[in-house]
């Protein structure tokens, strides 16, 4: 359960070897969607938040709500406590104000900065980079938590967890899933007595986490973490991982386009009578097995990939500077892939070659096939040596796509 392995370092690591100091293949193994991981002296993560930054978050940079929560004793805090109008020029009335956080925090709330992984610069490209190595959708929270003070209850969440602790102490019990591989529609707060029935048994971990260490806890499993005589600053990397179910929900989409499966049930038949609905399941299980049949993968895949779109943004693409690049566009500029964004290029008959992107499909004539494939390779190019097209050409396909923001240009 603990890799002492792992030693606090300034060298340039994966994403994930700043949350876990074991190789990524015995992570996967022993402990990814499995048990609880704890490391110590991973490493130091002041980089990517420390106090100071959340003085600058809190004071300086207008934070609203949900970006911001607070909680105490396990209880969450109305945000009208800490939150009011902007002030001129920002007619808004859920501004965080800075002294009314600094009330909740001496009387020992805890306070949460939610998103950050859209918010903080460093979290944004850890998230990025951490979302692209495991292929999940990453987000990040921040906990600062006073000296001896407990924010929230146990509890589970439904999705893995990395915990990175920042700075100062906090003690962690880990407790066995109530439900094993929980799913979104299956929070915690609909199992308050199971939760705190297990909760009250012997932890499966009783750990105190120093600067440096980390935590991981596959979804599911019950914690509490509590500070203890300083200020506790811990980071919370989301890791939104399909699953199975994940699998079932693409395929009811793709059963839509099924007739056998629309079909109506017959008048007056009841879904909720047992004996009247059986020969109708009977007659569904049938016609969903042979439909089931006809399916390949890439069918699948492709709903998959138009329906997650929203969940992993790709990599920020500066549009100011993108736009006054492209205002000027030559076949000397590079362009390149934009980091994180999902694709496919198919060729949906001879005379065209199409990238699917999650939100949209884009359309270009056969003779540009070989030069989609190699910009989307993800390696930087001049658009000048793009293959089957002259430097002028190069340049209208490589403004479609940037234009589509499927490309961005190195500047």
């Known amino acids: 359960m603990t890799d002492d392995s792992g030693g606090a370092g300034q060298e340039v690591r994966s994403a994930l070897r700043r949350c876990v100091p074991i190789p990524a293949g015995d992570f996967a193994e022993r402990h990814w969607d499995r048990a609880p991981l704890l490391s110590r002296r991973v490493g130091d993560y002041t980089d990517l938040l420390d106090l100071d930054d959340v003085d600058e978050l809190l004071s300086r940079r207008a934070l609203r709500t949900p970006f911001v929560r607070m909680a105490r004793q396990g209880k969450v805090i109305p945000a009208a406590r800490y939150t009011g109008g902007g002030g001129p020029g920002a007619e808004v009335g859920d501004q965080v104000l800075d002294e009314r956080v600094f009330e909740q925090l001496a009387g020992g709330a805890t306070l949460v900065l939610q998103g950050l992984h859209r918010l903080w610069p460093p979290l944004v490209d850890l998230a990025g980079d951490l979302g692209r190595e495991l292929g999940v959708p990453v987000q990040v929270n921040a906990y600062l938590t006073p000296p001896g ?195 496919q290029v198919t060729e949906p008959d001879p005379e065209h070659v199409a990238i699917e992107a999650p939100d949209r499909t884009v359309t270009m004539p056969a003779v540009c096939a070989a030069a989609v494939r190699e910009l989307l390779d993800g390696r930087s190019r001049p658009i000048a040596d793009l293959p089957g097209l002259s430097p002028d050409d190069g340049v209208v396909l490589a403004r479609r796509l940037l234009t589509e923001t499927i490309l961005i240009l190195d500047v």
């Open 149 to 343: 003070n407990q924010g929230f209850a146990t509890h589970y969440d439904t999705h893995a967890v990395f915990v990175l602790q920042v700075a100062g102490t906090k003690r962690w019990r880990v407790h066995p899933p109530v439900v094993t591989d929980p799913v979104e529609r299956q929070p915690w707060g609909g199992r308050v007595e199971e939760v705190a029935a297990v909760a009250a048994g012997e932890p499966f971990l009783d750990a105190v986490l120093e600067a440096g260490d980390s935590l991981y806890l596959p979804r599911g499993w019950l914690h509490a973490a509590g500070a203890l005589d300083d200020w506790s600053l811990h980071l919370t990397i989301g890791l939104r991982a399909p699953t199975r179910l994940s699998v079932v929900e693409a395929l009811l989409d793709l059963a839509a386009d099924a007739p056998s499966l629309r079909a109506g049930l017959p008048m007056g038949a009841d879904p909720g009578d047992g004996a009247a609905i059986a020969p109708v399941l009977a007659d569904t299980v049938k016609a969903l097995h042979e439909w089931l049949d006809t399916l390949r993968p890439d069918d699948v895949a492709g709903r998959w990939r138009r329906g997650r779109g929203p969940e992993a943004r790709p990599a920020p693409l500066r549009p100011v500077a993108q736009a006054a690049a492209l205002a000027r566009l030559s076949a000397d500029d590079r362009v390149r892939l934009r980091p994180g964004l999902r694709i």
